[in-house]
């Protein structure tokens, strides 16, 4: 029997989340343990009921998702952040990506879209599209601190972990710096997708990567892919 997926809600409108738990608790795999309408009680939340994945508002009363999310992250690793927005383009998303979330969802995504986002986020991977991936890269790329002459022990410790990869996780981490998708990645690679996913779960262990979106990250970061 698959393991269940225990969600936190976490949105200042009410309604927003009984329509949120109605979908989710629909499916067999996934059970909704509490909800939360702002950060801070989100955070609580988190400490209290542990929940494998928190399904999170970024624009909310007394404190915001960016912060909650930060906190969440570095108080429970094991918790990965699914964060909700009004528009695909939305700088709070963006930021709470960059503090820790693992993707972003739609406000308006359609049923599915949510629970395969949820699953996704889940089991590790990115709740991105490639079109959102690479705005994402684009977005923090050029956010990124110019290389400075005092030697980073972060980005020392990222080149030592992608100079121990082999050439085939190289490629593979390449690809996922891109934002190509496992299907994607074994079509350019001429292999299997359980090849691709193998691949994929080394390499995010080699970087010390929490999913996806951190492996873009630390691509960016070295400068090992550009637009």
């Excluded at 996934?30 to 542990?50: K, P």
């Excluded at 359609?110 to 889940?122: K, L």
């Excluded at 790329?141 to 400075?148: K, T, V």
């Amino acid at each position: 029997m698959t393991p269940e997926i225990r969600v936190l809600l976490v949105d200042d409108q009410e309604l927003i989340r009984l329509g949120f738990r109605m979908v989710l608790e629909a499916e067999e795999d996934i059970v909704v343990v509490g909800e939360a309408g702002d950060g801070r009680a989100a955070i609580a939340q988190s400490a209290a009921l542990a929940p494998d994945l928190v399904l999170m508002d970024v624009r909310m009363p007394e404190l915001d998702g960016i912060a909650a999310t930060q906190e969440i992250v570095r108080a429970h690793p094991q918790t990965r952040v699914l964060v909700l927005t009004t528009f695909d383009l939305d700088e709070y998303a963006f930021g709470a990506i960059r503090a820790g979330a693992s993707g972003f969802l739609l406000k308006d995504a359609q049923r599915h879209e949510m629970i395969s986002a949820v699953r996704a986020v889940h089991r590790g991977d990115a709740a991105l599209s490639p079109r959102v991936t690479r705005m994402l890269m684009e977005h923090v790329g050029s956010r990124l601190d110019a290389p400075s002459a005092a030697p980073d022990p972060t980005v020392a410790a990222e080149r030592a972990a992608v100079d121990s990869l082999t050439d085939r996780e190289r490629d593979v981490f390449l690809a996922i710096g891109h934002g190509l998708t496992n299907a994607e990645i074994a079509q350019r690679l001429f292999v299997g997708e359980s090849t691709v996913k193998t691949h994929v779960g080394r390499v995010l262990a080699k970087l010390g990567a929490r999913d996806r979106i951190h492996a873009v990250i630390v691509a960016h970061r070295l400068g090992l892919v550009g637009d």
